[in-house]
T-cell receptor, first 112, second 115 residues
Framework: DAKTTQPPSMDCAEGRAANLPCNHSTISGNEYVYWYRQIHSQGPQYIIHGLKNNETNEMASLIITEDRKSSTLILPHATLRDTAVYYCIVRVPQTGANNLFFGTGTRLTVIP | DTAVSQTPKYLVTQMGNDKSIKCEQNLGHDTMYWYKQDSKKFLKIMFSYNNKELIINETVPNRFSPKSPDKAHLNLHINSLELGDSAVYFC??????????????FGEGSRLTVL
């Protein structure tokens, strides 16, 4: 059920912006793009989501291309605590439950 | 003041035993989930309950029986434990979805080791 493709791993220097790409070329019109991350030994943590407009919150920015076939999660100033596996998920929000399919994600390592 | 709490965090047991993992959320959500993360780190949905009613059951063996006494609790009982049940089990909760919602809040996980 993998609808997204992400690079398996990336490195980023501490203090720099981390740009994590995600391809979702088969996304349908009513599917949202969600990003979660999982820091080692912890439960996944919601980061951000969007439909077609770019979104920003206190954690990150989400840039979605105009054709919605890809997106980029931006952590503007990466810290060591941002080292985690980042999951890009596409999903139509359901009224009953939100079963999110987690693929293999991108393992981001922030280097001091 | 943990939002989604699971107990126990670690559980080591013998094959064939029966064990339970408890989950409680204090977020006022009406939907709760159990996910399993195996040794290869794949995170898969097992069950989802909405207002104590089972919504999703992802072809999980019937040795696994979720129980939701109220909408703030979703416990997972596992009978006749097998080696392959060794994994980290995550509980999660969310508001009833719709629109742009869908944020899941996860617990810290319960690591089950079957010997």
């Amino acid at each position: 059920d993998a609808k997204t493709t992400q690079p398996p791993s990336m490195d980023c220097a501490e203090g720099r912006a981390a740009n994590l790409p995600c391809n979702h070329s088969t996304i349908s019109g009513n599917e949202y793009v969600y990003w979660y991350r999982q820091i080692h030994s912890q439960g996944p943590q919601y980061i951000i989501h969007g439909l077609k407009n770019n979104e920003t919150n206190e954690m990150a920015s989400l840039i979605i291309t105009e054709d919605r076939k890809s997106s980029t999660l931006i952590l503007p100033h990466a810290t060591l605590r941002d080292t985690a596996v980042y999951y890009c998920i596409v999903r139509v929000p359901q009224t009953g439950a939100n079963n999110l399919f987690f693929g293999t994600g991108t393992r981001l390592t922030v280097i001091p | 003041d943990t939002a989604v709490s699971q107990t126990p965090k670690y559980l080591v047991t013998q094959m064939g035993n029966d064990k339970s993992i408890k989950c409680e959320q204090n977020l006022g959500h009406d939907t709760m989930y159990w996910y399993k993360q195996d040794s290869k780190k794949f995170l898969k949905i097992m069950f989802s309950y909405n207002n104590k009613e089972l919504i999703i059951n992802e072809t999980v063996p019937n040795r696994f029986s979720p129980k939701s006494p109220d909408k703030a609790h979703l416990n997972l009982h596992i009978n006749s434990l097998e080696l392959g049940d060794s994994a980290v089990y995550f509980c999660a909760s969310s508001h009833k979805g719709g629109g742009g919602a869908g944020e899941l809040f996860f617990g810290e996980g319960s690591r089950l080791t079957v010997l």
